[in-house]
């Protein structure tokens, strides 16, 4: 899958560095369990959830963890995007996952996208519950 | 610099998805231009900082944004952890820098690790101030 070419990350309009960043802790998953071990396509499946809001990735980098003796190991996929990133780390053994999705408001705000990005990201894991938090970040007066 | 060999990322001790997420947003930094642009410099820093305090790098990736009119692009750099992963992103024209160091304590409690690191991460940058947060991830009875 090709990427978008890249933007410059700051505007004179808004400051590049103000941002919002929302967490996901994803409990008792009930997806398929490839979801949570299988890193490629797990990864695969977040960037073109990524560009499907609108979001511009720029790099990606997926990495798998050795088999426990509870089974297949977890996986982490980050993709760096032009307004900041998005990391997932899984813990099959407890049907667990989190989620982070951190966009900067450059050029324009990013916040509907991002959130629409972690409401999708969440629906694919099907968890029993979730703990999500939403953090302002870099708005100071700088 | 050689990676560690992959450790499993689970321990029938410690609930592995149970960890701390530091943040921190960096501002008016005062350190050389160079660590906010040169993504290579900064990232092998990072890496080494991430060794020093005890954490484990299992894979990295540094991405350098265009230059604007402003000057020099910023940079991202990440580098994932067997405990989880860190994620820097700086705004070179605004002297600003943004720091996540996330940690899961699966075998030990890895909370005193993140905390020196990021206390090594925010020095290196030389800010006038700060906004720094402390998020417990993953700690729900799952």
Chains 1, 2 share one sequence.
Request: net charge negative; proline share 5%.
């Amino acid at each position: 899958m090709p990427f978008v070419v890249d933007q410059p990350r700051s505007s004179s309009k808004v400051r590049g560095m103000q941002g919002l960043h929302l967490t996901a802790d994803l409990y008792r998953c009930r997806c398929d369990t490839e979801w949570l071990t299988d890193a490629l396509k797990l990864g695969d499946w977040c960037v073109q959830a990524i560009e499907a809001v609108g979001l511009q990735p720029v790099d990606r980098l997926f990495h798998t963890f050795p088999a426990t003796p509870a089974g297949a190991g977890g996986v982490t996929a980050t993709v760096l995007l032009a307004e900041s990133h998005v990391c997932l780390h899984t813990w099959p053994e407890q049907k667990g996952v989190t989620l982070d999705v951190y966009v900067c408001n450059f050029g324009e705000d990013h916040s509907a996208k991002a959130r629409g990005l972690m409401f999708a990201l969440v629906n694919r894991f099907q968890p029993e519950w979730t703990e999500q938090r939403s953090l302002d970040r870099g708005d100071s007066d700088a």
